[in-house]
T-cell receptor, first 113, second 114 residues
Framework: GQQVMQIPQYQHVQEGEDFTTYCNSSTTLSNIQWYKQRPGGHPVFLIQLVKSGEVKKQKRLTFQFGEAKKNSSLHITATQTTDVGTYFCAGPGRGSTLGRLYFGRGTQLTVWP | SAVISQKPSRDICQRGTSLTIQCQVDSQVTMMFWYRQQPGQSLTLIATANQGSEATYESGFVIDKFPISRPNLTFSTLTVSNMSPEDSSIYLC???????????FGSGTRLTVV
């Protein structure tokens, strides 16, 4: 299926520092989605980006979709302890795998108070 | 977004036995998806469950090991058959109802095989 690469795998920051995770696909994506999974929880949808070069913000979170629609990033400004969790990007399948969603390996964020 | 009820939330099973996981959605959806998440890992798609037809399995997953039922548009089950400790994992079902919204996940089933 669709392969989406994500880095870094782990990130440890002090509260108040910024955080960024990057996602990259070898093929053009029709859209890219971001999910957050708290420890012990299930993935929760954050946002979907569809347009080339799109930038969306949710409070301290900024999501970008690359011009070529092959990469994306999630940036958190001034992290808080509530930001702890694993952030996944995910890309949809194409052709015979249309409708399916394939996840990157995720970035596990730890925030020290 | 859709609301999904998944059960059981966790179970400890003996090797060689089978466990059936259920997911109930609060509205009709065409496709339901089953994922596996091993500890500290990402989500791996097992199969897509379509109502009225056989499930479509991803590479590395087979029907004999993970039979799926989809009797109607709001319900699906995944069975983990002839379990071994390597099947210890979290299993999640998921649906997508709206084009403009992402996928909704059940709360997951944490399976431990001893």
């Amino acid at each position: 299926g669709q392969q989406v690469m994500q880095i870094p795998q782990y990130q440890h920051v002090q509260e108040g520092e910024d955080f960024t995770t990057y996602c990259n696909s070898s093929t053009t994506l029709s859209n890219i989605q971001w999910y957050k999974q708290r420890p012990g929880g299930h993935p929760v949808f954050l946002i979907q980006l569809v347009k080339s070069g799109e930038v969306k913000k949710q409070k301290r979170l900024t999501f970008q979709f690359g011009e070529a629609k092959k990469n994306s990033s999630l940036h958190i400004t001034a992290t808080q302890t509530t930001d702890v969790g694993t952030y996944f990007c995910a890309g949809p399948g194409r052709g015979s795998t249309l409708g399916r969603l394939y996840f990157g390996r995720g970035t596990q964020l730890t925030v020290w108070p | 977004s859709a609301v999904i009820s998944q059960k059981p939330s966790r179970d400890i099973c003996q090797r060689g036995t089978s466990l059936t996981i259920q997911c109930q959605v609060d509205s009709q959806v065409t496709m339901m998806f089953w994922y596996r998440q091993q500890p500290g890992q990402s989500l791996t798609l097992i199969a897509t469950a379509n109502q009225g037809s056989e499930a479509t399995y991803e590479s590395g997953f087979v029907i004999d090991k993970f039979p799926i039922s989809r009797p109607n548009l709001t319900f699906s089950t995944l069975t983990v058959s002839n379990m071994s400790p390597e099947d210890s994992s979290i299993y999640l079902c998921s649906v997508k109802r709206d084009l403009s919204y992402g996928y909704t996940f059940g709360s997951g089933t944490r399976l431990t095989v001893v």
